[in-house]
């Protein structure tokens, strides 16, 4: 069973980038016709899709997010990560990494999801 792992800081500032890692097991994150994708949940808000890697590489991201944005990865690794960066308090949110299947996107398999808080 594919497990996916969210990692990085529970705190940023305003202003800053926000850097978080997805670590995948027992699943290649090139395998064909999964994509790999990013969700976010404000508090007391529902889901709100970032972004996502193919399996060969590729990246989209949501154009309300485009601007601020970054997905890579690490095949080696086996981990894909993202960058938001000149956060501000509204990206506040339990941030999710997730599994795609590319042909209608369904979401299989999920991280626990990480709370990221954004303050001074």
């Known amino acids: 069973q594919v497990q996916l792992q969210e990692s990085g800081p529970g705190l940023v500032k305003p202003s800053q980038t926000l850097s978080l890692t997805c670590t995948v097991s027992s699943g290649s994150i090139t395998t064909n016709y999964y994509y790999w994708s990013w969700i976010r949940q404000p508090p007391g808000k529902g889901l709100e899709w970032i972004g996502y890697?193919?399996?060969?590489?590729?990246?989209y991201y949501s154009p309300s997010l485009k601007s601020r944005t970054s997905i890579s990865r690490d095949t080696s690794k086996n981990q894909f990560t993202l960058q938001l960066s000149s956060v501000t308090p509204e990206d506040t949110a339990v941030y999710y990494c997730?599994?795609?299947?590319?042909?209608?996107?369904?979401?299989?398999?999920w991280g626990k999801g990480t709370l990221v808080t954004v303050s001074s």
């Open positions: 890697i193919t399996y060969s590489g590729i990246t």
């Open positions: 997730a599994r795609v299947y590319y042909s209608d996107f369904f979401m299989d398999y």
